[in-house]
Each structure stands twice: as structure tokens, then as C-alpha cells.
């Protein structure tokens, strides 16, 4: 990549120019042409370096969600894992070292009952139990960290506004998570096949926006093919009453990406509090670690570090059906 490609993806990772032309906006902003973006975006996006130009949604507002783990033995990961991945709301899913759960995804639905009947599939198919982890308390959920530069610290996260939600925005918010088209006019495009009009696309997607419904929309990049190779799932055991103030405080150390309090399951999963650290080496992954260990909420707390070692699935959840 050269240098215009970087501030194209670091610049706009999240607040996307909500217009009726967003790529020369962009192109205005970066001093180019609307063409040479729209060409740079679909190139990086044909090398596996974009996931889409789009949004994150968040978990459990308009569909519903889970974190789950399979304790898989090594001569099965393949077939596990392929088996994981035909599941349609399956959107991510690793395989980590440091813990015999080694097999992790995230499993998506329209709603709660879908997702019980996914885990179910899932369970069923591979004679294996799913540990299912949903999420309670989100503390920083964006992912949407600077590529170039310094580590610095993510904002905390804001509650959603859920009264900001429409009937109709589920099938949007769908459509956002597979992505935009790569035209001047993607809002038109998107209309189009939600039979909606330009201008109700960009309010709806400004309000949801506004309401942290979508907690990010923009270019979603794919870490990995970037650098980004070492991504380390830790995880720790602590208190209910001390989970708030140990993740407020681990969100705001440079270097976590996400942080976020999951349930428990009394004698299979005893860890609530989880945070990501994304690197481009263990060493660097090693030292943000260690600032979060120092924190005096995290003193002595025992821990874990899953790294995932493979990567099976990457792509955008399920939040609506979408008609055939």
C-alpha cells in the first residue's frame, strides 16, 4: 500500500460522509478524485485487505447474538470448524491456544429463538457441547483503531438509544453489514434494493448512527491481511462487583481494542471480563498486556491470554432474513 491508501483506510474507518456522493467527499478530503477512491477501495477490497465499506452493528439491538467456544479435539479442528462455518449466522470464527475451548465464534440471528436453534444445529452436528457466552455489558466495542501512529486509548462506549429503532431498519442494517456498492451514488443502489428512497437511506443510517445502534460505519478493514497478525483474546476472573470498574479502566489502555463483560457458566467459564489486543508482533501485544496488568483494578486477578492461532470466518452478522 502507499501512502494515499493508509489515510484512506485510517481516515475513514468510521464516519463515513453520510451524502449523496460519499467517495468524493472522501476524495475531496484526501485531495484526490472521486474515481481514483472508489478504484483504490475496490482494489483493496479485491485483495482481501477491505472487508466492505459499511457498518458494525450493535449486538442484541435488532438482532440478537452470542459469543461461543467448542472444546474440539486436533484431529476434528477441520471438520469442527468447516461445520461452524456452514452455519449462516456464524460471522467470525478462530481457532486460540490457552484454554482446551479452542474453537471460538460469534453466532448471529434475527432473534433469540434463531440463535438457540443455530447453537442447537451446531451442537448437534459436531456431538459437541456449545459454551455459550452472551454479552452483559459492553465497555469499548468498536474495533475501529488507528492503523499508523502511537496506541492510543478508545473512547469508551455510549449506550444505544433503542427508541431510535424503525421497523424497517433491520433489513438496512443487514444490508450495511454486507456493504455498499463501489458507485458515486451507493445510497441510491442501496435504496434501490430495500425499495427505499436515497434521502430515507442517509436519515436512517444518520439516526442509527446518532443512537449507537451502528456502532461504527465506514471501511472495515481486515486486520490481518494489514499486519495486525497477533490477536490475543484475554481474559479474566474477578468479582461481579469489581467487573465495572476493572473495565472501565482496561478499555482506557492503549492498545485494547475491545473490552466487554460476558456471562458466566458456573463450572465451565468463570472469566466475565474479556478485552482484545490486536498486534503486529506477540512482543507488542506483550507490552499492552502489561500495562493492563499493572492497573491497580487488575492487580493480582488471574488471567488468561487465548491467541488465535487460525482464522476461519470473517464476515459481517446476521441481524434480518433476507427474502431469496
Known sequence: MDDLDLRLL?????????????????????????????????????????????????????GASTLAALRVPRRRIDQVAALVGAEPGVNHCYLRQGSDWNLWFVATAPDAAALSESLARIEAGAGLAVLSLPLVRAFNIDLGFPLAGPRRAMALDQPADL???????????????????????????????????????????????????????????????????????????????AVEAAGTALAGVPGVTLCYQRRTVPGLWNWPLFCMIHARSRAEASEVLGRARALPELARRPHRVLFSTRCFRQRGATIAEVAA
Open 163 to 241: 427508541a431510535a429503532l424503525r421497523p424497517r431498519d433491520p433489513a438496512l442494517m443487514q444490508a450495511l453489514t454486507t456493504g455498499l456498492a463501489l458507485v458515486p451514488r451507493p445510497f441510491v443502489a442501496l435504496g434501490q434494493a430495500l425499495h427505499r428512497s436515497e434521502a430515507e437511506v442517509i436519515t436512517r443510517i444518520r439516526a442509527l448512527s446518532q443512537a449507537r445502534i451502528l456502532t461504527r460505519f465506514g471501511v472495515i478493514v481486515r486486520h490481518r491481511a494489514l499486519g495486525w497478525t497477533q490477536n490475543a483474546m484475554v481474559v479474566w476472573r474477578l468479582p461481579e462487583a
Open 10 to 62: 485510517d481516515g475513514f474507518q468510521r464516519d463515513m460522509p453520510l451524502e449523496i456522493r460519499p467517495f468524493a467527499a472522501m476524495a475531496y478530503r484526501l485531495g484526490t478524485s472521486e474515481a481514483e477512491v472508489i478504484a483504490r477501495l475496490a482494489r483493496l477490497r479485491d485483495q482481501g485487505v477491505v472487508a466492505r465499506i459499511g457498518a458494525t452493528c450493535r449486538p442484541n439491538t435488532a
